[in-house]
């Protein structure tokens, strides 16, 4: 294993690495890294990665939250960074004192615990750490630059262009630019308690946001304001896996919702639960997506994504009725507006009578923000003809390998991986299926540089 700090230098230009492929990961959050260790595991030859981001840091708490303390509401069970073992992430706590000791002492199980960010940051940047250190053919450079563009190389691969005009040729490259640069937070470091604070957003960050001031007594009063109206529904209290229907799915937006919703009320009049036949349908979701029309995708973002969201992305049971309490007495108000504008004093909200000033002595937005497809970078790659947009305009069109086509069966060296291919594979933007798709890019890279050396050796014969 070599980890190489900065300066970035072009290890094209040495002998020692002369031989190697290049490979760049552009962005270190959770996708980035877990794409670095899938290779690190995977991808069976010397090779010399150059991970992007210029964020400093590239170990725990930041992996997967920008606050650690978040309880992340994937189950430990559900997320282990090695799809061959998937109670790894129960096998690491397990085997860790340090972080098991700070399990909710009330969980079901180990296997079913909801833990914060920071332990599963540990656990990935741990993971991490030991890929790198099994392979000694393996060079790995941080680079702390943001990247701003790709293109093709004149001979032959991928420019990558980075920092103030500085560039380097690599055989593939990774995006995993996620949600696009972080903006620091502007939180105060010890706030002092307010009367009234204003969260924006009905997501599960939202509510752990709203629920975390009251409990620390930061507000005494907070406004949850849900542009859907919508609010994460509950998990189950164990694990309920996925239950399968033997039915075919109907093939149409309309159709496999009903088809859902009649399943969820059979479940739940039974009593065992709408939660296992929601995940069950999430395995399906991939085949009823392609199936769609581009109509019916574009129906899905305008009309039914809000709510399918409130029951894939759930609250732990514990933490759902926290929030209803909550609400009940009074302690939250959830307020359906979409907001126009964060001001000094409060927000300004639009509501079917007009605008309206909610007054807020402190304002925080836990929106969820999605991929901004109009940036240099993704500008760059379209201009080259390395990837195109989705049908719905959320990200990069891509194959269940994070593998970005500019037309069918083009594939030039450049993937977008995890949240980036949200338009085209349903729930990219979740760790067991950002899991998944690593693997399979992994595996994806070797047939790549292998069917690059091939063009080269029939040019160099011919
Ligand atoms: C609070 C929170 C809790 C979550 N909980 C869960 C959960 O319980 N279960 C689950 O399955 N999922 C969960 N998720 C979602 C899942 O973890 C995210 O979808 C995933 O973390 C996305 O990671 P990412 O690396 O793709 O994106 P990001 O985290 O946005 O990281 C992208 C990185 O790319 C860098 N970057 C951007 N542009 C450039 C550029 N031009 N050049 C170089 N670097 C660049 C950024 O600086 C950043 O570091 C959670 C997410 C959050 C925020």
């Given at each position: 294993?070599?980890?190489?700090?900065?300066?970035?230098?072009?290890?094209?230009?040495?002998?020692?690495?002369?031989?190697?492929?290049?490979?760049?990961?552009?962005g270190?959050?959770?996708t980035?890294?877990?794409?670095?260790?899938?290779?690190?595991?995977?991808?069976d030859?010397?090779f010399?990665?150059?991970?992007?981001?210029?964020?400093?840091?590239?170990?725990?708490?930041?992996?997967?939250?920008?606050t650690?303390?978040?309880?992340?509401n994937?189950r430990?069970?559900?997320?282990s960074v090695?799809?061959?073992?998937?109670?790894?992430?129960?096998?690491?706590?397990?085997?860790?004192?340090?972080?098991?000791?700070?399990?909710?002492?009330?969980?079901?199980?180990?296997?079913?615990a909801?833990v914060?960010?920071?332990?599963f940051?540990?656990?990935?940047?741990?993971?991490?750490?030991?890929a790198?250190?099994?392979?000694?053919?393996?060079?790995?450079q941080?680079?702390?630059?943001s990247?701003?563009a790709?293109?093709?190389?004149?001979?032959?691969?991928?420019?990558?262009?980075?920092?103030?005009?500085?560039?380097?040729?690599?055989?593939?490259?990774?995006?995993?630019?996620g949600y696009?640069l972080?903006?620091?937070l502007?939180?105060?470091?010890?706030?002092?308690?307010v009367?009234?604070?204003a969260v924006?957003?009905?997501?599960?960050?939202?509510?752990?946001?709203?629920?975390?001031?009251?409990?620390?007594g930061e507000?005494?009063?907070?406004?949850?304001?849900?542009?859907?109206g919508?609010?994460?529904?509950?998990h189950?209290?164990?694990?309920?896996?996925?239950?399968?229907?033997?039915?075919?799915?109907?093939r149409?937006l309309?159709?496999?919702?009903r088809?859902?919703?009649e399943?969820?009320n059979t479940?739940?009049?039974?009593?065992s639960?709408?939660?296992?036949?929601?995940?069950?349908?999430?395995?399906?979701?991939?085949?009823?997506?392609?199936?769609?029309?581009?109509?019916?995708?574009?129906r899905?973002?305008?009309?039914v994504?809000a709510?399918?969201?409130?029951h894939?992305?759930?609250?732990?049971?514990?933490?759902?009725?926290?929030?209803?309490?909550?609400?009940?007495?009074?302690?939250?108000?959830?307020?359906?507006?979409?907001?126009e504008?964060?001001?000094?004093?409060?927000v300004?909200?639009?509501?079917?009578?007009?605008?309206?000033?909610l007054?807020?002595?402190?304002?925080?937005?836990?929106?969820?923000r999605?991929?901004?497809?109009?940036?240099?970078?993704?500008?760059s790659?379209?201009?080259?003809?390395?990837?195109?947009?989705d049908?719905?305009?959320?990200?990069?069109l891509?194959?269940?390998?994070?593998?970005?086509?500019?037309?069918p069966d083009?594939?030039?060296?450049?993937?977008?991986m995890?949240?980036l291919?949200?338009?085209?594979?349903?729930?990219?933007?979740?760790?067991?299926?950002?899991?998944?798709?690593?693997?399979?890019?992994?595996?994806?890279?070797?047939?790549?540089?292998?069917e690059?050396a091939?063009?080269?050796?029939?040019?160099?014969?011919g």
């Amino acid at each position: 294993m070599t980890l190489v700090q900065p300066p970035f230098s072009d290890s094209s230009k040495r002998p020692d690495t002369g031989l190697m492929a290049k490979v760049a990961i552009v962005g270190r959050g959770f996708t980035g890294l877990m794409t670095a260790i899938a290779l690190l595991k995977g991808f069976d030859r010397p090779f010399h990665l150059v991970m992007f981001d210029p964020q400093p840091k590239i170990e725990g708490g930041e992996v997967v939250s920008q606050t650690a303390s978040t309880v992340l509401n994937s189950r430990v069970r559900d997320l282990s960074v090695d799809p061959k073992t998937p109670d790894d992430f129960r096998q690491w706590l397990e085997t860790e004192n340090a972080w098991r000791d700070r399990l909710d002492p009330d969980a079901v199980s180990v296997e079913h615990a909801f833990v914060p960010g920071e332990t599963f940051s540990a656990y990935v940047y741990q993971r991490f750490s030991q890929a790198l250190r099994d392979r000694t053919d393996v060079v790995v450079q941080v680079c702390p630059e943001s990247v701003t563009a790709v293109d093709r190389h004149p001979r032959s691969g991928l420019s990558v262009f980075y920092g103030e005009q500085e560039r380097a040729r690599f055989d593939a490259v990774f995006l995993a630019t996620g949600y696009g640069l972080r903006e620091k937070l502007d939180e105060p470091s010890s706030p002092s308690a307010v009367r009234n604070a204003a969260v924006v957003g009905g997501g599960v960050y939202a509510v752990d946001k709203a629920l975390r001031l009251l409990a620390a007594g930061e507000a005494s009063h907070v406004t949850l304001i849900s542009a859907s109206g919508f609010l994460p529904q509950s998990h189950a209290r164990a694990g309920v896996g996925h239950v399968l229907s033997d039915q075919p799915l109907p093939r149409t937006l309309r159709g496999a919702f009903r088809f859902l919703r009649e399943a969820a009320n059979t479940a739940n009049a039974e009593g065992s639960g709408w939660q296992g036949i929601m995940n069950g349908f999430r395995l399906r979701a991939g085949d009823l997506w392609q199936g769609l029309t581009p109509e019916e995708r574009r129906r899905f973002k305008r009309h039914v994504k809000a709510i399918y969201d409130s029951h894939r992305n759930r609250l732990p049971p514990e933490h759902y009725q926290r929030l209803h309490a909550a609400i009940e007495s009074g302690a939250i108000t959830l307020r359906k507006a979409r907001v126009e504008r964060i001001v000094n004093n409060g927000v300004l909200l639009s509501v079917p009578a007009g605008l309206e000033v909610l007054p807020a002595d402190r304002t925080i937005d836990c929106r969820f923000r999605p991929t901004d497809i109009d940036v240099p970078l993704f500008r760059s790659v379209f201009r080259a003809g390395l990837a195109r947009r989705d049908e719905v305009d959320i990200g990069i069109l891509v194959d269940r390998h994070g593998r970005a086509m500019a037309s069918p069966d083009r594939f030039q060296g450049l993937f977008a991986m995890g949240p980036l291919g949200l338009g085209s594979l349903p729930d990219i933007d979740l760790v067991p299926e950002i899991v998944v798709q690593s693997h399979a890019a992994a595996s994806a890279i070797g047939a790549w540089i292998d069917e690059r050396a091939e063009t080269r050796d029939v040019r160099n014969s011919g």
